[in-house]
């Protein structure tokens, strides 16, 4: 049985683990010590009371940020580095990752995930599946286990009377993972159509976690495990019921069916071998056919007023802007007058600088789109677009106003992502719901958790189909589909009852008082997540938290400065303070920390990284910034200057 002592858990003689912000392994041989990660470092006070004085390895189950962030003291001291070779390029040559454009803009595929180490280490060994070696008196094997991370291993140190599984974050306790949104993984698709993606991957680490016969598994965020066949197999079911519940209502079975047809029945030979979708799995809509008055070309729809006039509906490329001249030209389009932006993917927004060119139409966006697209270098989020676009109107939820014998009115439909708007257009006898890309025929678009659609009553998707509900429009309109489709009443209870029961299923699957805590990987994030600085310059920054929880919470926060810039301040000079705020339930809150550039700072990206801790559990460094030092290297069309302002999101 695992014994707790002054701070570590005593597993074995001479086996240890901290319980810091990520849990350390410790295997002691005298006076030196392997570890196993290191997470901020301050394992350090626990060597000492341990009698260790010199660590001689170090062993990564994976590449994240907050593994490794604190191992350079153990590095200054000596010690060797081993990582899976699958993952070595993201320890000693991670600036390749912060400076490819493509992990950046345009944001697809979301592997390698972004919790990378701000600065490259040494790598002195690498590991791959069945390498073995001896340290100490135990024997270390070595499994591959990815799923958190495609590189992932496992640590299975063999003491000869017992054996202790460390597994890094596939799982975190008996039936649960640390999070989802690094499960997000393509198949057959990019890494955007993920969601739960890697999970077969990840299910086959558990069965080889299960086969073990380990006396424990220690995870890196977590709980240690004593029964670990009891605790892969409640992961296993719960993992199979949350993506089961997920397919039910998915908007990728009319987009993609071939990605489901493990759930997929065939019908009888006499009704031909169309496919169809089991009975606690949501029937898909027929399409049905739209007015006369619209036109889709691309993601853009255009209403046309019976003199002629346009009112466009996003814009995401040269080609839409080629089709509306050529209907111009026909006489079949006259003057385009507004163009709205739904949300601001770039699919939706890359064509509209040119399209305000060519048409010298006012833009309008709901205020939680326009905050995106017009200051792109300030977000990280999947689809970004470094297109920056000027919106002159900006709209609250339920505003209206008259276009000629139209009425249109403009909501915030935080759906597919929280930065969307929905648009009702009422006229020539129809009432017509622009949904952008939130609904198919087959249900909600909810397959990207980095677009950040809540789960929780009156948030998320379930406010959009209660929108939908209190609307009842004729039709609703998806910026890629041809035809309109609507739900029924019954649809809608029960594409709601889904997210509820939803909501209790990743209540069990995640350690979060909250689910959303474990799906929205951007409850923590900086605001400007990039800007430009100049040497010598005050830098603000405001750490936004959005509190999930049912109670307020605090948090505080600190900047991690490059270790090159701390020699080149002035001695005396402070560090910045951690900062401190109470967040109340619901809402988002930002915390502002300020530091100064040295004044012979090097240009360059840099990566700052935040270290976090929320209510009393310390997450190191948990989120990060980008800080370009010279404007001539900004990174993006737009230039975010230094600039303190306070902002609300929500």
């Not at 006229?427 to 397959?447: H, K, N």
Request: net charge negative.
């Amino acid at each position: 049985m695992a014994v707790e002592q002054r701070g570590w858990v005593h597993l074995a003689p001479n086996l240890f683990v901290d319980r810091g912000p990520i849990n350390v392994g410790i295997l002691r041989d005298g006076q030196r010590a392997l570890l196993i990660d290191v997470g901020d470092g301050s394992a350090g006070g626990a060597l000492a009371g341990l009698g260790i004085l010199h660590v001689d390895v170090v062993l990564f189950t994976h590449h994240h940020r907050d593994q490794a962030s604190g191992v350079g003291p153990f590095l200054a001291e000596g010690a060797r580095v081993g990582v899976s070779a699958a993952e070595r390029q993201w320890f000693d040559s991670v600036e390749g990752y912060w400076a490819d454009p493509a992990n950046r803009w345009h944001l697809y595929d979301l592997r390698p995930h972004r919790l990378m180490l701000a600065r490259s280490i040494p790598v002195h060994e690498t590991y791959r599946e069945g390498d073995r070696f001896e340290w100490g008196g135990a024997t270390i094997s070595v499994l591959a286990t990815p799923g958190h991370t495609d590189g992932s291993v496992s640590f299975l140190v063999d003491l000869g009377a017992a054996r202790y599984l460390f597994c890094g974050d596939v799982l975190y306790d008996e039936g649960q993972v640390w999070e989802v949104y690094s499960l997000q993984k393509g198949r057959g698709t990019r890494d955007y159509h993920g969601f739960l993606g890697d999970r077969k991957r990840l299910l086959k680490s558990l069965e080889k976690l299960r086969a073990a016969d380990a006396a424990a598994l220690i995870p890196s965020h977590g709980n240690i495990m004593t029964n670990p066949a009891q605790a892969v197999d409640l992961l296993c079911e719960r993992l199979a019921l949350c993506y089961r519940q997920y397919v039910a209502i998915s908007a990728l079975r009319h987009y993609f069916p071939g990605l489901f047809r493990e759930f997929r029945l065939r019908s009888r030979p006499a009704a031909g071998d169309e496919a169809r979708w089991p009975e606690d799995m949501m029937p898909v809509r027929p399409g049905e056919p739209c007015p006369a008055f619209l036109a889709h070309l691309g993601t853009t729809w255009i209403v046309s007023s019976q003199d002629g006039a346009a009112f466009v509906v996003d814009c995401g490329s040269q080609d839409v802007i080629q089709g509306i001249l050529a209907m111009q030209a026909r006489g079949a389009l006259g003057a385009v007058e507004w163009l709205w932006i739904s949300h601001y993917h770039d699919d939706h927004v890359d064509g509209i600088p040119r399209f305000r060119e060519t048409f010298g139409c006012p833009v309008v966006a709901d205020q939680n789109v326009a905050q995106v697209v017009e200051n792109p270098l300030a977000w990280r989020l999947p689809c970004i677009s470094p297109e920056v676009v000027q919106v002159d109107r900006r709209t609250r939820n339920g505003d209206s106003w008259p276009w000629h014998e139209f009425t249109i009115t403009a909501y915030h439909l935080p759906g597919q992502t929280l930065y969307h708007g929905g648009l009702l257009v009422e006229g020539q006898g129809q009432r017509i719901l622009f949904v952008g890309d939130s609904f198919t025929m087959a249900g909600i678009d909810d397959y990207c958790p980095g677009n950040r659609n809540f789960l929780g009553r009156g948030r998320g998707f379930d406010a959009c189909i209660e929108l939908v509900q209190a609307l009842r429009p004729d039709l609703l309109l998806n910026c890629h589909v041809d035809e309109g489709f609507d739900f029924t009443d019954q649809q809608c209870l029960t594409m709601r009852s889904n997210l509820a029961e939803r909501e209790r299923l990743y209540h069990d699957l995640l350690p979060w008082d909250d689910p959303n805590y474990g799906l929205d990987e951007e409850w923590v994030r900086c605001y400007p997540y990039e800007q430009c600085a100049e040497p010598g310059e005050e830098v603000c920054l405001q750490v936004v938290f959005t509190n999930h929880s049912d109670e307020e919470r605090l948090a505080s926060c600190e900047v991690v400065l490059p270790e090159e810039w701390e020699k080149l301040f002035p001695s005396g000079q402070d560090k910045p303070e951690s900062q401190e705020a109470i967040i109340p339930p619901k809402t988002e809150r930002s915390i502002l920390l300020t530091f100064s550039v040295p004044r012979t700072a090097q240009p360059g990206r840099w990566v700052v990284p935040i270290d976090v801790t929320y209510q009393g559990r310390r997450l190191g460094q948990f989120r990060e910034a980008i800080l370009v030092i010279g404007a001539g290297l900004a990174g993006g069309r737009g230039l975010v200057t230094n600039r303190c302002e306070l902002t609300t999101h929500l």
